[in-house]
């Protein structure tokens, strides 16, 4: 028989040891793992920095380009702005100087055709200066020269208020007496002491009449 001291058995707890040390081991180097998988990688970070920086410059160019267009614009539709106030401006001195101008010489045309009955009375005045004056030949020019105004007077829209044996009518005619009469129906134009006269048919000066009136009975 021997006589060493037995050793006592340690084999049997070594192993669990072991065991639990490689699991924790195997659990940190998961760990590590997954720690890095979550992270970036450093070239993905330079990557998109890089294509941000790209994306806002191309930006900052598209805004600068939409600026610079609405200027243009802008500067466009003032330059338009001006030219027509410009055209407004010019249309509105033409027409009152076109206005000042009809004003002016608006009787120019009746003045031209007026003339000419002045010429004419004037030869008649001047004849009848003369010592050898025909009297049937001035009252034949003086007729001539009436006619004449008539002719002007008519052209240019005056029209004349004459209105014996017509109606009275206050509108045109201004009773200056009245004449008991009963040859003609009451309120007659029977005599008209002053012609009236109408521009346009716009009463200009009424006709100074004698108006009928029922006789008185006996």
Same mark, same amino acid.
């Given at each position: 028989m021997s006589t060493e001291p037995q050793r006592p058995e340690s084999a049997?707890?070594?192993?669990?040891?072991?065991?639990?040390?490689?699991l924790r081991a195997a659990v940190e180097a998961y760990k590590e793992a997954d720690a890095t998988l979550d992270e970036p990688p450093a070239s993905a970070d330079g990557a998109s920095a890089e294509s941000e920086a790209q994306t806002e410059k191309r930006s900052i160019e598209e805004l600068s380009a939409a600026l610079d267009a609405a200027?243009?614009?802008?500067e466009d539709s003032r330059d338009q702005v001006l030219r027509a106030r410009a055209e407004l401006e010019n249309l509105r001195r033409r027409h009152a100087q076109e206005l000042e101008k009809a004003h002016k010489f608006a009787l120019d @045309?009746? #003045?031209? +055709?007026?003339l000419q009955v002045r010429d004419s009375l004037e030869?008649?005045?001047?004849?009848?200066?003369?010592?050898?004056?025909?009297?049937?030949?001035l009252r034949e020019g003086t007729e001539l020269t009436?006619?004449?105004? @008539?002719? #002007?007077? +008519?052209?240019?829209?005056?029209?004349?208020?004459?209105p014996v044996d017509q109606p009275f009518d206050p509108e045109f005619h201004q009773a200056m007496s009245m004449q008991p009469r009963e040859d003609v129906p009451p309120n007659t134009v029977v005599l008209v002491i002053q012609k009236g006269y109408t521009l346009n048919g716009r009463l200009v000066r009424p006709a100074l009449v004698m108006v009928s009136q029922a006789a008185a009975a006996q």
């Open positions: 049997p707890q070594e192993a669990p040891q072991r065991d639990e040390a490689a200027r243009a614009e802008i @045309g009746f #003045v031209r +055709e007026l030869l008649g005045c001047n004849a009848a200066q003369e010592a050898s004056a025909d009297v049937d030949k009436l006619k004449l105004l @008539g002719d #002007v007077m +008519e052209k240019f829209g005056v029209g004349v208020v004459d």
